[in-house]
């Protein structure tokens, strides 16, 4: 995805971009987001730790050397936070648009399947004389007085 901020455009792709190294150095700075779902999730909340790590990410994947979050990197959190959902946005809309049935998991309906009835309508695949709905049900009442 692509994050616009205070002038640039910085691609990230947390797959690509979140490794090990980088996790590690998030989790000695915030270890209650050092792992990669909290970290993300916290991005998407607005977390300010979180978002500063982000920033302090996406500056040196483009060659810059930011000061590091706690440090005092500074940066308007609102402006940072709007420019990851925006972008996230952006993302997802672009992968709509190049297939938009990925990872859809219903399966296909086949022109040869036989529509259900509902139990408003009768049914007509079985015309025995002998179906359970024409005998008479054996009450549990009578089969454990009988047994």
């Known amino acids: 995805m692509r994050i616009e901020f205070e002038g640039k455009s910085y691609d990230y792709e947390p797959t690509r971009d ?3 190294g980088e996790m590690r150095t998030i989790k000695g700075w915030y270890p209650e987001i050092g792992r990669y779902t909290p970290f ?3 991005c998407s909340e607005g977390d300010p730790d979180a978002l500063a790590c982000l920033l302090w990410l ?7 050397h930011p000061r590091e979050p706690q440090r005092g990197l500074s940066f308007n959190v609102g402006e940072l936070w709007n420019a ?3 972008g996230a946005i952006a993302a997802r809309e672009g992968d709509d648009d190049e297939d938009p049935t990925a ?3 219903t399966p296909e309906q086949t022109s040869d399947s036989t529509p259900t009835p509902t139990s408003s309508e009768p049914s007509t695949s079985d015309t025995s004389p002998t179906t359970s709905a024409s005998r008479p049900a054996k009450s549990t009442a009578t089969a454990s007085a009988a047994g």
């Open 84 to 86: 990851y959902v925006a």
């Open 18 to 20: 979140l490794g090990v």
């Open 103 to 105: 990872g859809d998991d």
């Open 58 to 64: 996406l500056r040196s994947k483009a060659g810059e």
């Open 40 to 42: 993300l999730a916290a």
